[in-house]
């Protein structure tokens, strides 16, 4: 054990690479993407440090061009979810043991050998599984994974800091124990970052992690894994399985020595492990941690008094970047009609600009939807649009599956506040805006509040600083991250902390201290120096 109080290196948000045209460090992503896009891969699941392969094998496809043969992966069935849970729970006492020091010191590792060497390798993996294009790529996969594992080191250790007061002849102490059992890490397919930080951020803590991402997401989760190991993480504490999802959820919750889930994904499959977990309880050794972060129906609210420009701008960003696929984007939005047709013009200029198509080139600002489902999904609401009384696609509404899964950034107009693509989350490049009456103001922001069974993200725009007072109150239950005058996605890790109630989730807060806190439990510890010989306090006489 360590004969010092270590101090961890201050944490600082990395620095966000511009890519701009013709620049060393695009050329250079781009190559690693030509290069890794023509390799045929094989991909195992990792179980005790070991890659395990199966008969069952399952073909690899890129959204951009679904045609496209670069390889497979391995799926497992239930032996493989008993294999992750029982070598999770025998690497469990050592990895406990080991100094927290130590684990920092693995997770600081990782953190640079993706800002340096696996930088490229896992930007071009989450372009081509999950095709973003390379500035939504950077923030995500680089930037963001890289400010968990850092941030996350700093805020364990002033966790571990953060000690109770002692009286005279007592010393009061506390310990931050590991969760006792196994944990278990559910990850989507749009964020590497995400899907990074759930496994490692119970890990650091001390954890054992069962970790099944997104099928969407297996390459960038490959080369997760490789940093990993490389990083010097002993086998058996993060184990990555591939396997039917509701399989392995009733193999998982099942378990007398479930101790956590941590999960980011749909609302309804998280509703479902919650019940399975109530329906299991008295199974468990302990009472399960869960923490989730699920949809959002995210809003922008503008006021009579808003920068039309600035508005405009927000709402191309907010809703398109990364095809809508962000649980944060900007899906409905509120216009004062005063405003709308300056608005509606400056949209116009921008769309008409704005590129679809593959990663590979960096120029396209929009590229493919995660799957067939998706966009079948987005077609459906365009669809019904253009097929509506109540409203119209102004902008947008192309669809194309013939190569890609390629969806126009489509704008719908509606004269019903409670249309079904103002209430329904759709997870795609699809706005919504409904006009009001300017006197309607505060109305309109009780309507923004009562739309949506979520509260993850929302925006308000004014220059009228009552305004903005008025809509922080009558708003304050809707978002969990709420933006002034600003788009309301790109939560930064350290800076605003990212997590959302209602429907959204537990709130728990992603880039942290609460969020690392559920994957403790406290030891209280009163040492008496001078122990009492007698029983009679002193009111005894």
Not at 223 to 246: H, Q, S, W, Y
Not at 276 to 284: E, P
Not at 389 to 416: M, Y
Request: glycine letters at 6%; charged letters at 20%.
């Amino acid at each position: 054990m360590s004969k010092a109080i270590s101090q961890v290196p201050y944490a600082v948000n990395e620095p966000v690479r511009l890519y701009e045209p013709g620049s060393p460090e695009v050329k250079n992503l781009i190559s690693t993407y030509k290069k890794m896009w023509s390799e045929k891969l094989e991909i195992p699941m990792v179980i005790n440090g070991k890659e395990i392969t199966t008969e069952n094998k399952e073909r690899l496809v890129s959204p951009q061009d679904h045609q496209h043969d670069f390889g497979f992966y391995y799926k497992g069935d239930m032996k493989h979810v008993d294999d992750a849970i029982n070598t999770a729970l025998a690497a469990r006492a050592q990895w406990n043991n080991l100094g927290w020091e130590q684990r920092a010191a693995i997770f600081l590792k990782a953190a640079d050998l993706i800002a340096g060497p696996y930088r490229d390798r896992l930007n071009a993996a989450t372009m081509i599984g999950q095709s973003k294009n390379v500035h939504q790529t950077e923030i995500d996969a680089a930037c963001e994974f890289i400010d968990f594992l850092r941030f996350n080191v700093e805020f364990m250790t002033e966790i571990y800091a953060e000690q109770p007061v002692s009286s005279e002849g007592i010393w009061n102490r506390s310990e931050y124990r590991p969760l006792e059992g196994f944990c278990f890490a559910v990850t989507p397919f749009n964020f590497t970052a995400i899907a990074g930080n759930l496994p490692t951020c119970m890990a650091m803590m001390g954890n054992v992690v069962v970790w099944k991402p997104s099928d969407k997401q297996i390459y960038s989760a490959h080369v997760l894994m490789d940093c990993f190991r490389e990083a010097g993480l002993p086998d058996g504490v993060i184990n990555m399985i591939f396997t039917d999802g509701k399989e392995t959820a009733d193999k998982v919750l099942a378990h007398p020595d479930f101790t956590a889930l941590h999960f980011t994904g749909s609302t309804s499959v998280f509703q479902s492990m919650w019940k399975q977990i109530g329906d299991n309880i008295h199974k468990y050794k302990t009472y399960p941690r869960i923490v989730g972060e699920t949809g959002g129906k995210d809003f922008v609210m503008v006021h009579p008094s808003a920068n039309a420009a600035g508005v405009a701008t927000a709402l191309v960003r907010g809703s398109f970047e990364y095809q809508g696929q962000k649980c944060s984007a900007a899906s409905r939005a509120y216009i004062p009609k005063s405003l709308w047709n300056e608005v509606k013009e400056i949209m116009a200029a921008q769309l008409a600009t704005v590129k679809v198509g593959s990663p590979e080139d960096p120029s396209n600002f929009v590229n493919a939807v995660i799957d067939q489902v998706s966009f079948d999904r987005c077609k459906k609401y365009i669809t019904n649009a253009q097929n509506s009384s109540e409203a119209e696609v102004i902008f947008g509404g192309k669809c194309d599956d013939s190569k890609g899964f390629f969806v126009d950034p489509t704008v719908i107009l509606t004269t019903n506040p409670k249309y079904e693509s103002v209430c329904e989350e759709i997870f795609g490049p699809i706005l919504s805006i409904y006009v009001y009456e300017d006197e309607n103001w505060a109305e309109t922001l009780k309507l923004v509040d009562e739309t949506s069974p979520y509260s993850l993200t929302g925006s308000i725009f004014s220059q009228d600083r009552y305004a903005i007072a008025e809509a922080y109150k009558a708003l304050e239950n809707a978002a969990g991250n709420f933006y002034i005058n600003d788009k309301p996605t790109g939560a930064v890790v350290g800076q605003q902390p990212f997590g959302g109630a209602r429907a959204s989730g537990t709130n728990d807060k992603a880039g942290s201290k609460m969020n690392l806190l559920r994957w403790t439990s406290v030891r209280s510890i009163k040492e008496t120096f001078v122990t009492p010989k007698d029983y009679k306090y002193p009111y005894l006489g």
